[in-house]
């Protein structure tokens, strides 16, 4: 089972970035996905998931209406689409997996699969 994240890069405030999460070993249909992010100093904070299946999506407050997190099925594969980004999106973006659908999916400790990270730096 593995994740491959990627998508991550420099961007300047107001612009857009596309995360991946390209899934090996599972299904991204009928697994629960997600994104975190981490900074120096901090711990991970939930940023958006999607429960497998139904599709139900859930995200942080802070990316409500710039963020938007999909599912291709046919690739496998879990997106993050953020627009808008601003100063403090700035972090190491991971994807989780989780084969079930959690109360807490808004909690770390819920997710037992996850990949490696990808950089995101936004400056002003």
């Known amino acids: 089972v593995q994740l491959q994240a990627s998508g991550g890069g420099p961007v300047l405030a107001g612009g857009s970035l596309r995360l991946s999460c390209a899934a090996s070993g599972l299904s991204a249909r009928t697994y629960s996905m997600g994104w975190f992010r981490q900074t120096p100093g901090k711990d991970r904070e939930f940023v958006a998931a999607?429960?497998?299946?139904?599709?139900?999506?859930k995200y942080a407050d802070s990316v409500k209406g710039r963020f938007t997190i999909s599912r291709d099925n046919a690739k496998n594969t879990v997106y993050l689409q953020m627009n808008s980004l601003k100063p403090e999106d700035t972090g190491v973006y991971y994807c989780?997996?989780?084969?079930?659908?959690?109360?807490?999916?808004?909690?770390?400790?819920?997710?037992?699969?996850w990949g490696q990270g990808t950089l995101v730096t936004v400056s002003s």
């Open positions: 999607i429960r497998g299946s139904i599709s139900t999506l």
């Open positions: 989780v997996a989780d084969q079930s659908w959690n109360i807490r999916y808004d909690s770390p400790a819920e997710y037992p699969i």
